[in-house]
């Protein structure tokens, strides 16, 4: 287990909310989320192993990831909180709940399912791969060495976050080497016990212009999640909270103001 570096929002007498980042993202990626929900419960937002400020490690699946979750919670003295994971933060948050269902009072997935995909992201660490970092002087300069590779220029901007300079230089806060050996293992999903369920609320929130939550996924969803709720937002990709954020903070509230719960 390691500790993981931790951005804390609300008063500690409050429902606690854990909010889980993305591959590539950080705690930062949650700020606006976590302001708006800041009056009302306690938000706690870690960078993930091998993610922002945190420790780095070569184990990137999924059960040293909820151990590290576990850990977090267990020091702050949270019996069980509500998870929003968006991404690989989602099978995160997935996983937990399947195996430690008692630490779950409701589950919201932003953007993923409970499935092994069989995209990669070479095509990202080439864009990480194209900035000399001896050479940069400035983000701007490394946005334009990672522009042949990565067309967007959000997705850049969003990539660029992790682009950090200390006293040696130019350097990346990702532990991209043990990323790139583990793309399997973090787009794939661990084989689960055959009697594993979530029976607590647990809402599927996806975009309607993305193809990480289709219909063909959903025996997946059910099978793990029986009572799960899906709630499209329409107008956004697979970043739901950034391309559409007033309709995902509904679907967000209707989980959080839902009677159900966990165990």
Not at 197 to 218: E, Q
Request: glycine share 10%; charged share 20%.
């Amino acid at each position: 287990m390691l500790e993981l570096h931790l951005r804390t929002y609300g008063s500690p007498d409050r429902p606690c909310v854990l909010l889980l980042h993305g591959l590539f993202g950080s705690s930062s990626n949650w700020g606006a989320v976590a302001r708006q929900l800041e009056p009302h419960y306690r938000v706690l937002v870690p960078d993930l192993r091998n993610h922002g400020q945190s420790p780095h490690h070569d184990d990137c699946g999924y059960p040293a990831m909820v151990d590290d979750v576990l850990r977090l919670l267990d020091a702050h003295d949270i019996g069980a909180a509500t998870l929003v994971g968006h991404s690989m933060g989602g099978k995160v948050a997935m996983h937990l709940a399947l195996n430690h269902p008692q630490r779950v009072s409701r589950l919201a997935v932003v953007d993923m399912s409970p499935v092994r995909y069989t995209h990669n992201f070479d095509a990202v660490l080439g864009g990480f791969g194209a900035v000399d970092l001896e050479t940069i002087r400035s983000r701007a300069d490394a946005d334009r060495q990672m522009s042949p590779s990565i067309s967007g220029g959000g997705v850049r901007a969003f990539l660029l976050q992790n682009l950090v300079k200390d006293a040696e230089g130019w350097r990346w806060r990702l532990n991209l080497p043990a990323l790139a050996a583990a793309q399997a293992q973090i787009t794939g999903f661990p084989d689960q016990r055959s009697d594993a369920t979530f029976d607590g609320g647990a809402h599927f929130i996806h975009g309607v212009l993305s193809d990480y939550v289709t219909p063909a996924y959903r025996p997946a969803i059910r099978r793990f999640f029986p009572h799960a709720k899906l709630c499209p937002v329409d107008g956004a990709g697979h970043w739901v909270y950034a391309d559409q954020p007033q309709g995902f903070m509904v679907c967000l509230q209707a989980m959080l103001t839902s009677s159900e719960a966990g165990h």
